[in-house]
């Protein structure tokens, strides 16, 4: 059994927004059923990012009625001369398949099963208040998730691709930093469950409004047919057996020490012989410590040098590329396009997880017999 799956990003030019998005909508044509749309574009402050939001989902809602994908808006400036951009995931839905669209509180998710395994694809999970602290929305956004997936008869560890955006990510509120509150509640919630087969893949990056905002695919294997599989990096140390000194600011209450990120390096996802891989964000990290001092080119190259750890013979399909400083696009851009020809790529402006790192990059693969 073999499975279409295809990842495409559309794009438009700066124009006022409502234009923008009207334009790309026109334009896009979907091969497959589309799952998941993640837009991004620039934004100037929660209530603008709550105002394209709103406006997306009623376009999407008036363009695909009751079979619309999953919807996710990431306040991050769109690189190399584009306004608005759209990162698409469609997938060939099988005749053995039952895929439903369903809602739980406003939150709109899709879940797709059959004998091997049942799929859960959510997004755009935000707290009803993005002016509260990184900690109480991060904890909301959570109970969300916890919600629907105990609907779902889905357990935590099924989560197998996790996108973490939290606002201005590296900044401290009462000496706490923004990442680290996030991290540490997430701890909380993975808490909850064992990892039977390794944290999820993960990004956790910057964004400059919306307050914490996840999306995830989660899987849960049936049988054999089915196989979930962490993939590591022994060029790096696992992000969740970091060291403390590799964790900012003030500790949570409510736990003894800082808790590490829980991910892993990629997760792969296998149905009966073809699947995906997923390549968390990746930077210029070796152990556990990032490459100061040698600018973005080397960085680039050695984030490049990791991921090509984990994707071995299978060619990545699509990258992000997030980018501390809009100044370092071409020379970024430059590496990028000698050892990645012909893969389709983003540019974004975001803060990574670490002041020093100045470039992050995620990516997938497809995988067929």
């Known amino acids: 059994m073999y499975?279409?799956?295809?990842?495409?990003?559309?794009?438009?030019?700066?124009?006022?927004?409502?234009?923008?998005?009207?334009?790309?909508?026109?334009?896009?044509?979907?091969?497959?059923?589309?799952?998941?749309?993640?837009?991004?574009?620039?934004?100037?402050?929660?209530?603008?990012?709550?105002?394209?939001?709103?406006?997306?989902?009623?376009?999407?809602?008036?363009?695909?009625?009751?079979?619309?994908?999953?919807?996710?808006?990431?306040?991050?400036?769109?690189?190399?001369?584009?306004?608005?951009?759209?990162?698409?995931?469609?997938?060939?839905?099988?005749?053995?398949?039952?895929?439903?669209?369903?809602?739980?509180?406003?939150?709109?998710?899709i879940t797709l099963h059959d004998d091997s395994c049942k799929r859960l694809f959510l997004g755009g999970i935000i707290s009803k208040d993005l002016n509260q602290s990184i900690a109480a929305q991060s904890e909301e956004v959570f109970d969300t998730i916890e919600a629907i997936m105990e609907i779902e008869s889905m357990p935590i560890y099924s989560i197998v691709r996790q996108w973490n955006y939290i606002e201005k990510i590296t900044e401290y509120n009462q000496e706490r930093q923004n990442y680290q509150a996030f991290n540490d509640v997430r701890s909380l919630f993975y808490d909850q469950t064992e990892w039977k087969n390794g944290f999820p893949a993960a990004t956790g990056i910057g964004m400059d409004w919306g307050g914490v905002m996840i999306d995830l695919n989660?899987?849960?294997?049936?049988?054999?047919?089915?196989?979930?599989?962490?993939?590591?990096?022994?060029?790096?140390?696992?992000?969740?057996?970091?060291?403390?000194?590799?964790?900012?600011?003030?500790?949570?209450?409510?736990?003894?020490?800082?808790?590490?990120?829980?991910?892993?390096?990629?997760?792969?996802?296998?149905?009966?012989?073809?699947?995906?891989?997923?390549?968390?964000?990746?930077?210029?990290?070796?152990?556990?410590?990032?490459l100061q001092g040698v600018g973005i080119e080397e960085q680039t190259r050695i984030t490049i040098e990791n991921i090509n750890v984990l994707t071995g013979k299978h060619p990545l399909e699509i990258i992000r590329v997030y980018l501390k400083n809009t100044e370092e696009l071409e020379a970024a851009e430059t590496v990028i396009s000698q050892l990645y020809p012909g893969v389709s790529a983003i540019y974004l402006q975001a803060d990574v997880c670490r002041e020093e790192l100045l470039i992050e990059i995620e990516g997938v693969s497809i995988i067929t017999h």
């Open 3 to 109: 499975r279409k799956l295809h990842y495409k990003y559309a794009t438009i030019s700066a124009q006022p927004f409502e234009k923008m998005l009207s334009q790309l909508l026109a334009e896009l044509n979907c091969t497959y059923t589309p799952m998941r749309m993640v837009f991004f574009t620039t934004i100037s402050s929660n209530s603008q990012y709550v105002e394209y939001l709103t406006l997306i989902q009623r376009m999407i809602n008036d363009k695909f009625g009751t079979q619309a994908p999953v919807i996710s808006l990431v306040a991050q400036d769109t690189l190399a001369h584009v306004g608005l951009a759209v990162e698409i995931h469609e997938m060939e839905i099988l005749a053995s398949e039952s895929l439903l669209y369903k809602k739980w509180n406003n939150t709109s998710y």
């Open 218 to 290: 989660a899987t849960l294997a049936y049988n054999a047919d089915t196989n979930i599989t962490p993939i590591d990096n022994p060029l790096q140390v696992a992000a969740h057996a970091y060291s403390q000194v590799q964790l900012l600011g003030k500790v949570d209450e409510r736990l003894s020490h800082k808790t590490t990120p829980k991910f892993e390096r990629a997760k792969q996802v296998i149905q009966c012989g073809s699947g995906v891989l997923y390549v968390s964000g990746t930077a210029a990290i070796r152990g556990e410590l990032s």
